[in-house]
């Protein structure tokens, strides 16, 4: 059966399955915790059926496959002894044959290529090769002792060592695989093969293919079975083995065994990383994790994975003694029980013993040879390992799987290398493999704890980093970056890099002391360095606080948080995340769309509207376009706020979005950060130039309109566009500034207030009064909008996590609650929580603070905030 992998960043990461295939479903269910409970009875007649499956030709590798499997001492009576001898001569004279024949069929096919005209013309450079290895072969042939003559063309004038069977010790021979000749060509590749510095793995494979313990139970069964069953069919036998009232109790027995203790460490494990997680002390992590390493080590050796970094993993071959001894010791078994073992491994009834123990001991390597995936086309050089995995197993065994894959023998290995390696298998698994490879068989970086505790802060204070996971730098830049930015001078660093979502964690201490800004001082002289090595296109850098609270230990010692430089690798698009071109037209043509309409009902809307009874549509749309320009003149001046900042900073920003608002027909703007500003002094006066550049151009235009308002008659003034007094009343700010020049009744304050009430204002003044509502929602403290960012320079992205929360609970209750009549801040606090909810992307010096004058303008606009979108009393 073909076996579960995943290829990943870091190489191939194969799996091969140490239980049975179909009550791996049982394990697979809780590896991946599946809601429902196997009840004990459903699991053993999961786990009964799918042990005697192997009745029927269904191979169930490994360890939980071997039910039946331990080594026993066998007997030693005399005729045994004559009878074992008589196998090994048998066994000797089969190997021999075999390595003659592929012998015969490797100097044909040499013979066939050297008398291909078209072939040497193409190929003259190989001629010399192949002769050299035709004359090896044929002296090899020779020296096999056989009597068979070779080909006519063959040469036996000389004498070479006899060649050795491929299930001895591993020798230093270089093997020529010869394809087959199509269309007067063929190809070759050499693959050689010697001793691999991997240690041997040596299986442990029960001498009678069963476990001990489990004879003891199925041989008196099996006896009785044949004793009484005579005139029955094999598979009747089986049958009735299965249903043996003996086993019933064993079996269940044996699922307790299996399933439980696993799947009580899996949940313990779970358990511990919880706890793990959860701990703020550093003491506790550390026992913690000592306790999921020992239970981690259990699972991996006694569970049903087993994992191999590669495709060879180099099995200790079976000698000729030891194959001898275990093919008497399975003959010496119940026929019932050989049946059974025969098939287990793969093999007919009347299959060859010798064989099904060769496929049993290189079970693994078997399985990981069937379980290749190549992208692409198959190359020399992806094709090299499975040779070489291929050439480790004896040629029985390599038959064998050729001819599972089609093929009528191993004698090509390139074409069984593209059978194992493009064929379809096992198309069934499929929906299990994305399972074990999405719970089990993942990249083992996102199985390691300390990642995983890394990782949650980064994807939560740094999302857009987080998302960088796609263009991770290889190790091998870290390493460069380390030797050619960093040094001790400017950074020192104290431990190896480590890995979080997104890039590398570098920790360590900020050398540069005594100046003013040093954290500044540091980012320059690493990105001087940067720009003139090889990495400037490959690698950006941050340095910046960890964002993992401080442990218990720590805030006792009064510590701050260490200082880390975040490296990653360098796409902006990718960290932005930025809306394509398209949507932005589309939000911007419906943001325009709602302010023009806002403008029209202003008109449209006025309590005296009887003076345009009868005006065209022409002269309505007239009316309105001052109110639309005189809130486009606001919104123009917060952009252009914000691209002088962006300019002085050395930062990119992308073309603004326009945000429509039912409630005062413009919600703001979006404008995009396309590059990491250098400081958060920069992205605080990036955040705040712009609702400062919007404040005053506010001011300015309800100042003049009002002023225009209050001069005009009442003729005049009928003529003006009109807002509901409900909104003006909404800001204690506008509404007070309407009250000092229009007089201290115009809101109707302390009257009842009839809910169709207008104010009629100059266009100026309408402008003015949305644009304060507007520039001061944008001051909020929430994900990415400029409140956000001035709340990520003030209080670190920790303490805006705390501010944004507290601001949309509060927002959201004054709208519930009914506060907010024109629910114009619910509206832009659930818009926020929707599509702004991220902070925005780091700066790259976040640990320099602000200054003290930035802080005082920090904190006067929160009370301009205040004033602006508290209600009038």
């Known amino acids: 059966m073909p076996l579960l992998s995943v290829n990943n960043k870091g190489g191939l990461r194969a799996c091969y399955i140490t239980c049975p295939m179909k009550y791996f479903n049982i394990f697979l269910a809780a590896l991946v915790w599946q809601s429902e409970a196997f009840s004990t009875l459903s699991r053993y007649h ?35 002894v004559a009878s074992f001898r008589r196998e090994a001569d048998r066994m000797r004279k089969e190997a021999e044959t075999l390595e003659r024949e592929l012998l015969l069929r490797k100097i044909e096919a040499i013979q066939q290529k050297l008398s291909n005209q078209a072939w040497m013309q193409k190929n003259a450079d190989k001629q010399e090769d192949l002769e050299r290895e035709l004359t090896f072969l044929q002296k090899g042939l020779e020296s096999s002792g056989s009597s068979a003559s070779a080909p006519a063309s063959t040469s036996t ?41 991997r240690p041997q793995v040596t299986p442990e494979t029960p001498p009678r293919g ?66 793990y997680l959860q701990s703020v002390s550093k003491v506790e992590k550390m026992n913690i994790k000592r306790e999921m390493e020992a239970i981690e080590k259990t699972i991996e050796a006694d569970g049903p994975f087993s994992y191999s970094d590669s495709i060879f993993i180099n099995i200790a071959p079976i000698s000729e003694q030891e194959l001898t001894k275990r093919v008497a010791a399975i003959d010496a078994l119940p026929a019932l029980l050989k049946v059974l073992y025969k098939q287990r491994v793969g093999l007919a009834e009347d299959g060859d013993i010798s064989l099904g123990i060769q496929l049993d001991h290189y079970e693994q390597q078997v399985q990981l040879l069937e379980q290749i995936r190549i992208e692409g086309a198959v190359t020399d050089e992806n094709k090299e390992e499975p040779m070489q995995a291929l050439l480790s197993l004896p040629v029985p065994v390599r038959d064998h799987l050729a001819q599972k894959y089609g093929l009528e023998d191993s004698s090509d290995l390139n074409r069984l290398v593209e059978s194992l390696t493009t064929m379809d298998k096992d198309v069934e698994w499929s929906a299990i493999q994305k399972l074990v490879i999405a719970s089990s068989a993942s990249n083992e970086d996102y199985d390691d704890i300390d990642f995983i505790d890394r990782s949650r802060y980064v994807e939560e204070f740094y999302p857009s980093l ?77 340095f910046i606080n960890d964002p993992e609270p401080l442990s218990d230990e720590d805030f006792e010692m009064e510590n701050g948080p260490d200082q880390i430089i975040f490296l990653t690798g360098k796409d902006d698009d990718l960290m932005t995340n930025n809306a394509d071109g398209l949507t932005k037209a589309g939000v911007n043509i419906l943001g325009l769309s709602v302010m023009f309409l806002f403008s029209y009902l202003t008109v449209e809307l006025r309590p005296y509207n009887q003076v345009f009874e009868n005006a065209s549509p022409a002269d309505m749309i007239g009316a309105a376009l001052p109110v639309f320009f005189s809130l486009l003149t606001v919104q123009v001046a917060h952009e252009v706020g914000h691209k002088i900042a962006a300019m002085q900073g050395n930062m990119t920003t992308g073309f603004p979005t326009i945000l429509p608002s039912v409630a005062t027909g413009l919600g703001g703007a979006i404008t995009p950060l396309r590059s990491p500003p250098p400081s958060v002094k920069a992205l605080f006066d990036f955040a705040a130039s712009g609702p400062l550049a919007g404040f005053l151009a506010s001011l300015t235009l309800l100042i003049f309109g009002l002023a225009e308002t209050s001069t005009l008659d009442i003729s005049s003034s009928q003529t003006l566009p009109a807002l509901p007094i409900s909104l003006l009343k909404s800001s204690a700010l506008g509404g007070e500034m309407i009250e000092i020049f229009l007089g201290s009744g115009a809101l109707m304050s302390g009257a009842a207030l009839p809910p169709d009430a207008m104010l009629s204002l100059h266009p100026a003044a309408v402008g003015g009064f949305i644009g304060l509502v507007t520039n001061a929602l944008a001051l909020l403290p929430l994900g990415n909008t400029d409140g956000g960012r001035i709340a990520v320079s003030m209080f670190g992205r920790r303490g805006t996590y705390v501010v944004s929360t507290a601001t949309s609970v509060l927002l959201c209750s004054i709208g519930l609650f009914g506060f907010d009549q024109m629910n114009a801040l619910l509206t832009y606090t659930l818009f926020s929580i929707l599509w702004q909810r991220e902070l925005e992307i780091p700066a790259i010096n976040e640990v320099d603070q602000l200054d003290f004058v930035r802080g005082l303008v920090g904190i006067g606009m929160t009370f301009l905030v205040l004033l602006t979108l508290l209600p009038m009393l």
């Open 157 to 197: 004038s000389a004498v070479q060592p006899k060649f050795t069977p491929q299930f001895a010790e591993t020798q230093v021979v270089e093997e020529k695989d010869l394809a087959s000749t199509k269309g007067g060509e063929s190809s070759s590749s050499t693959i050689q093969r010697v001793d691999s510095t």
């Open 210 to 275: 069963f476990d001990e313990e489990d004879l003891e139970v199925y041989i008196p069964v099996a006896e009785k079975i044949q004793a009484g069953m005579t005139n029955a069919t094999t598979a009747e036998k089986l049958a009735a083995f299965r249903e043996a009232p003996e086993l019933q109790d064993y079996f269940q027995q044996k699922i307790q065994k299996m399933l439980v203790k696993p799947m009580e460490d899996m949940r313990r494990l779970e358990e511990l990383k919880g706890e």
């Open 466 to 542: 987080a998302r960088l996971e796609e263009v991770l730098p290889p190790l091998e830049d870290v390493e460069l970056f380390l030797g050619e930015v960093l040094d001790s001078r400017s950074f020192m660093v104290r431990s190896r890099p480590e890995r979080v979502v997104g890039g590398y964690y570098i920790r360590g201490y900020n050398s540069i002391s005594g100046e003013e800004d040093p954290g500044t001082r540091l980012v320059e002289r690493l990105s001087a360095k940067l720009a003139s090595s090889e990495l400037r296109d490959r690698i950006q850098f941050f």
């Open 46 to 80: 999961a786990f009964r059926q799918s042990f005697f499956d192997c009745s029927v030709g269904k191979r169930s590798p490994g360890r939980l496959g071997r039910i039946c499997s331990s080594p026993v001492e066998v007997e030693t009576a005399e005729d045994q």
